[in-house]
């Protein structure tokens, strides 16, 4: 039986796990296109509220993963379902943010203010890569005025081709030094976008699959929700085995192959050993070791997954078991 075979719907991340940067990550699209034939539920889930679901759904179709508007989530549509259920029909909001967060605010009936001297009722500030100091200071003054704050998301940076720059996370720090109050959040590892991607699919059973150990999975988490963390990103084996108690996903694979592969299942025959197809670990002296380090991809994820879950079992050490581990990053 295949891992996603007690699934109905699989909601994916989308940078380290569709796509890195400008280009798909080798196996993804196929992947995808066979859970659709399986009549598998496809979601998109995203934390950039930059860009419209449109453009991300446009980006997919370019990289040849098949993808409709309505198969994209983003934290700008969940801040929006959000703000509209707790404020008035018609709240003025001030924007601060993208067309496309604009764009959504507008859909759920609420209106836009340009200004705080419009007296809006809320703040909402998601990534806008043109944001200017002026703009932000009026968020400020505008929450200081009294209206509640919403932010998309939380990602303090945000990748590029020449390297990092600051994301969201940063955006909302600067507003946060001037304001006493605190926001309410969207995004991943927050619970809103999460619970509008699940009702949006009409999912029953849903895995979520991510590449980040403190949104992807911990959000997943944070709902109840069944996660694969595949190493086609930014986390590798040491955050998987670091992995706090509220961010341990479900399953690991390597990348999307693994919905189609039997699921990694560990067993302990003792209170010091784990064991998972071929591969086993044991903890002796407060370190874990491995009895022999298999040479093959698929042998080392085994013990990969055997140490993970005698470290979060046993608080053992895995420095040197972790090391030995080659194939995995
Ligand atoms: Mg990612």
Same mark, same amino acid.
């Given at each position: 039986?295949?891992?996603?075979?007690?699934?109905?719907?699989?909601?994916?991340?989308?940078? =380290?796990?569709?796509?890195?940067?400008?280009?798909?990550?080798?196996?993804?699209?196929?992947?995808?296109?066979?859970?659709?034939?399986?009549?598998?539920?496809?979601?998109? &889930?995203?934390?950039?509220?930059?860009?419209?679901?449109?453009?991300?759904?446009?980006?997919?179709?370019?990289?040849?993963? !098949?993808?409709?508007?309505?198969?994209?989530?983003?934290?700008?549509?969940?801040?929006?379902?959000?703000?509209?259920?707790?404020?008035?029909?018609?709240?003025?909001?001030?924007?601060?943010?993208?067309?496309?967060?604009?764009? !959504?605010?507008?859909?759920?009936?609420?209106?836009?203010?340009?200004?705080?001297?419009?007296?809006?009722?809320?703040?909402?500030?998601?990534?806008?890569?043109?944001?200017?100091?002026?703009?932000?200071?009026?968020?400020? @003054?505008?929450?200081?005025? =009294?209206?509640?704050?919403?932010?998309?998301?939380?990602?303090?940076?945000?990748?590029?081709?020449?390297?990092?720059?600051?994301?969201?996370?940063?955006?909302?720090?600067?507003?946060?030094?001037?304001?006493?109050? !605190?926001?309410?959040?969207?995004?991943?590892?927050?619970?809103?976008?999460?619970?509008?991607?699940?009702?949006?699919?009409?999912?029953?059973?849903?895995?979520?699959?991510?590449?980040?150990?403190?949104?992807?999975?911990?959000?997943?988490?944070?709902?109840?929700?069944?996660?694969?963390?595949?190493?086609?990103?930014?986390?590798?084996?040491?955050?998987?085995? =670091?992995?706090?108690?509220?961010?341990?996903?479900?399953?690991?694979?390597y990348?999307?192959?693994?919905?189609?592969?039997?699921?990694? &299942?560990?067993?302990?025959?003792?209170? @010091?050993?784990?064991?998972?197809?071929?591969?086993?670990?044991?903890?002796?002296?407060?370190?874990?070791?491995?009895?022999?380090?298999?040479?093959d991809r698929d042998g080392q994820l085994?013990?990969?997954?055997?140490?993970?879950?005698? &470290?979060?079992?046993?608080?053992?050490?895995?420095?040197?078991?972790?090391?030995?581990?080659?194939a995995?990053?």
């Amino acid at each position: 039986m295949s891992l996603i075979s007690a699934y109905d719907a699989a909601l994916f991340d989308l940078d =380290g796990v569709v796509y890195l940067g400008p280009q798909a990550i080798p196996g993804a699209a196929e992947a995808i296109a066979t859970l659709r034939e399986e009549g598998v539920r496809v979601g998109f &889930v995203t934390n950039n509220a930059a860009r419209a679901p449109q453009t991300v759904a446009d980006h997919l179709t370019e990289l040849g993963v !098949e993808a409709r508007v309505d198969d994209v989530v983003t934290s700008a549509q969940a801040i929006a379902r959000l703000m509209a259920s707790e404020l008035p029909e018609g709240a003025p909001v001030l924007v601060t943010g993208t067309r496309a967060l604009r764009d !959504e605010v507008m859909a759920v009936g609420l209106a836009v203010v340009n200004s705080s001297a419009d007296h809006p009722a809320a703040v909402v500030q998601g990534y806008d890569p043109e944001m200017t100091l002026p703009r932000l200071e009026d968020a400020c @003054h505008a929450i200081q005025n =009294g209206a509640r704050w919403y932010v998309s998301n939380t990602d303090s940076t945000r990748p590029t081709d020449k390297g990092l720059v600051p994301g969201a996370g940063a955006l909302m720090g600067l507003v946060r030094t001037a304001v006493d109050a !605190e926001p309410t959040i969207a995004g991943k590892p927050y619970a809103p976008l999460m619970e509008e991607t699940i009702t949006r699919l009409g999912a029953q059973r849903p895995l979520f699959v991510g590449d980040r150990i403190d949104t992807d999975i911990m959000g997943a988490v944070g709902v109840g929700m069944d996660s694969l963390l595949v190493l086609t990103g930014a986390h590798g084996k040491r955050d998987l085995v =670091g992995a706090p108690a509220k961010g341990r996903p479900t399953h690991v694979g390597y990348d999307l192959a693994a919905l189609q592969e039997p699921p990694r &299942v560990v067993e302990f025959p003792d209170a @010091h050993t784990a064991t998972c197809n071929g591969a086993s670990a044991r903890v002796e002296g407060g370190e874990v070791a491995l009895d022999h380090v298999p040479v093959d991809r698929d042998g080392q994820l085994d013990a990969l997954w055997c140490v993970a879950n005698l &470290v979060w079992r046993t608080k053992a050490d895995a420095g040197v078991a972790l090391d030995r581990l080659d194939a995995l990053r």
